[in-house]
Every structure is written in structure tokens, then in C-alpha cells.
């Protein structure tokens, strides 16, 4: 596990105990749809529109001690519920030393793509990668 930035770290999760991701920004289909179609509006007519992803605390437990990142959202402007639920099942996976989080890193060269999945893929190779 590799972090940057300010309190940048090299760990191995053999040390991480625990990783969670309390804030991350999670908002039904109807929502998201509604939050995409404001900011598009907002853009149209000129009053700018959305500054950047939103951004989420990483809380990592390891060995010694607790580390806490500020990062920003892969995924627009929010997750489904459920691909929030399926993360931090995948990331108790990597924790428990399950999976290994290479698997992500294979995927996107596998995939060859320079956009991310749409919701519905997203959770589909979440819930391939938490049933294995």
C-alpha cells in the first residue's frame, strides 16, 4: 500500500489492520441523475459547474497506528449504495490478505480504457471480485 502526498507511506498490508471509508459519497440512481442534470444546467447557462470530484477520508488502521487520507472520488459525483457496500467488502478482502489489490491495477490494463466503468460494470466487477 502506497500513499502520497503529504504524509506519504510505503506499507505493506500485511501491516494494515483495517481501511475504511466513512464519507464516501454514496446517493441513489435518481439522485445522481438529478446532481448530473444541475450541474450540467449550471454549466449552460453560465454559472460554472462542478469544481472537481467530491472528496472522501480513507481511514487506514495498521500496525502502528492510525493514518487518516483526504482523496477524491473516482466515481463522478457519488456510488451507488451498493458499490459502497461492495468496496469495503473488497477492501476487507485485501486486508484479510484474500486478494491482492494487483487485481485492480490488472483489470484497467486488461481493459485498456482512459474512462472509468459506468455504475452498473462497477458493481458487477465488484461483485466478481468479492465472490471469488
Same mark, same amino acid.
Request: glycine fraction near 10%.
Given at each position: 500500500?502506497?500513499?502520497?502526498?503529504?504524509?506519504?507511506?510505503?506499507?505493506?498490508?500485511?501491516?494494515?489492520?483495517?481501511?475504511?471509508?466513512?464519507?464516501?459519497?454514496?446517493?441513489?440512481?435518481?439522485?445522481?441523475?438529478?446532481?448530473?442534470?444541475?450541474?450540467?444546467?449550471?454549466?449552460?447557462?453560465? $454559472?460554472?459547474?462542478?469544481?472537481?470530484?467530491?472528496?472522501?477520508?480513507?481511514?487506514?488502521?495498521?500496525?502502528?497506528?492510525?493514518?487518516?487520507?483526504?482523496?477524491? &472520488?473516482?466515481?463522478?459525483?457519488?456510488?451507488?449504495?451498493?458499490?459502497?457496500?461492495? &468496496?469495503?467488502?473488497?477492501?476487507?478482502? $485485501?486486508?484479510? =490478505?484474500?486478494?491482492?489489490?494487483?487485481?485492480?491495477?490488472?483489470?484497467?490494463?486488461?481493459? =485498456?480504457?482512459?474512462?472509468?466503468?459506468?455504475?452498473?460494470?462497477?458493481?458487477?466487477?465488484?461483485?466478481?471480485?468479492?465472490?471469488?
Amino acid at each position: 500500500m502506497e500513499t502520497v502526498g503529504e504524509s506519504a507511506a510505503v506499507r505493506s498490508w500485511t501491516q494494515v489492520e483495517r481501511v475504511a471509508v466513512p464519507d464516501a459519497p454514496a446517493r441513489s440512481a435518481f439522485r445522481r441523475g438529478l446532481s448530473m442534470v444541475i450541474d450540467l444546467a449550471t454549466t449552460m447557462v453560465g $454559472f460554472g459547474g462542478p469544481e472537481g470530484p467530491p472528496l472522501m477520508t480513507v481511514h487506514v488502521t495498521h500496525t502502528d497506528g492510525e493514518s487518516e487520507y483526504i482523496v477524491p &472520488s473516482a466515481a463522478g459525483s457519488a456510488y451507488t449504495e451498493r458499490e459502497v457496500e461492495l &468496496s469495503h467488502r473488497l477492501l476487507a478482502r $485485501f486486508v484479510a =490478505g484474500e486478494l491482492n489489490p494487483s487485481l485492480l491495477r490488472d483489470w484497467w490494463r486488461s481493459a =485498456g480504457r482512459s474512462a472509468g466503468p459506468k455504475p452498473a460494470e462497477r458493481e458487477a466487477l465488484l461483485e466478481q471480485w468479492c465472490g471469488r
